[in-house]
């Protein structure tokens, strides 16, 4: 505890937290599929994937879907990932890192791009939610950006300061919201980036969330 108590984490949920890689892959092919476009592999989309999503259908296609077609593809893409995502599971370390945290007194919280109404009862499914004391999903139109969530996520947190914060996640627009918030970020290359598209989001990589945690003490103290 000591000087340390008064550090708190952000934590993405999909591709961090919760290891749900091979759910987005199936459930992006399957969206790609309604368009006729050709499935890509895992790291084909961690070389391409980037926010908000609809400029990463235009890196595949050549152009920005068109409304209808982002609808039938974001529509397509979250059926799929409901039925992929029951065989996924929170990512190796993951619960102990939460505990640990939480037992030496400091704080963390959960903000997601993954819908609000899904998100709660999947975290209580796997009995992680009282290690936090918010968790915040997206609650308007899917396919945006992170910074204004994250700088309303802060602001309904009593007692934490943004430069005492530290966000961890899998995608470069993390390290956007985190900046535009005012807190700094850890980025991990387990999820939806490789490391080379992180690596200019001007926050430190790793390649675990047990790095990560470390790294955000350290940033934090």
Same mark, same amino acid.
């Given at each position: 505890?000591? #000087?340390?108590? $008064?550090?708190?984490?952000?934590?993405?949920?999909?591709?961090?937290?919760?290891?749900?890689?091979?759910?987005?892959?199936?459930?992006?092919?399957?969206?790609?599929?309604?368009? /006729?476009?050709?499935?890509?592999?895992?790291?084909?989309? &961690?070389?391409?994937?980037?926010?908000?999503?609809?400029?990463?259908?235009?890196?595949?296609?050549?152009? =920005?879907?068109?409304? !209808?077609?982002?609808?039938? #593809?974001?529509?397509?893409?979250?059926?799929?990932?409901?039925?992929?995502?029951?065989?996924?599971?929170?990512?190796? $370390?993951?619960?102990?890192?939460?505990? /640990?945290? @939480?037992? *030496? /007194?400091? @704080?963390? @919280?959960?903000?997601?791009?993954?819908?609000?109404?899904?998100?709660?009862?999947?975290?209580?499914?796997?009995?992680?939610?009282?290690?936090?004391?918010?968790?915040?999903?997206?609650?308007?139109?899917? $396919?945006?950006?992170? *910074?204004?969530? #994250?700088?309303?996520?802060?602001?309904?947190?009593?007692?934490?300061?943004? !430069?005492?914060?530290?966000?961890?996640?899998?995608? %470069?627009?993390?390290?956007?919201?985190?900046?535009?918030? /005012?807190? &700094?970020?850890?980025?991990?290359?387990?999820?939806?980036?490789? &490391? %080379? @598209? =992180?690596?200019? %989001?001007?926050?430190?990589?790793?390649?675990?969330? *047990?790095?990560?945690?470390?790294?955000?003490?350290? =940033?934090? *103290?």
């Amino acid at each position: 505890m000591g #000087m340390h108590t $008064g550090a708190h984490i952000v934590w993405d949920w999909n591709g961090t937290l919760f290891h749900d890689n091979d759910a987005v892959i199936g459930a992006t092919n399957a969206a790609f599929a309604e368009l /006729g476009l050709e499935p890509i592999t895992l790291e084909q989309y &961690r070389a391409l994937y980037c926010v908000p999503v609809p400029k990463f259908y235009e890196r595949l296609m050549g152009r =920005l879907p068109t409304d !209808a077609e982002w609808e039938v #593809m974001d529509a397509t893409f979250h059926r799929h990932y409901t039925e992929h995502r029951v065989r996924c599971g929170l990512t190796e $370390g993951a619960a102990e890192l939460l505990a /640990g945290w @939480s037992s *030496a /007194g400091r @704080s963390q @919280s959960i903000l997601s791009m993954y819908g609000h109404e899904e998100l709660v009862p999947l975290v209580k499914g796997f009995g992680i939610e009282t290690h936090f004391i918010r968790v915040d999903g997206r609650t308007g139109p899917s $396919g945006g950006s992170k *910074a204004e969530h #994250m700088v309303r996520h802060l602001a309904a947190l009593a007692g934490v300061e943004p !430069a005492r914060t530290v966000v961890i996640g899998d995608a %470069a627009d993390d390290a956007v919201a985190a900046r535009h918030a /005012g807190a &700094r970020a850890v980025l991990y290359t387990g999820g939806s980036h490789s &490391r %080379a @598209s =992180l690596e200019g %989001a001007g926050a430190p990589v790793v390649d675990t969330l *047990a790095e990560a945690v470390a790294e955000a003490e350290r =940033l934090a *103290a």
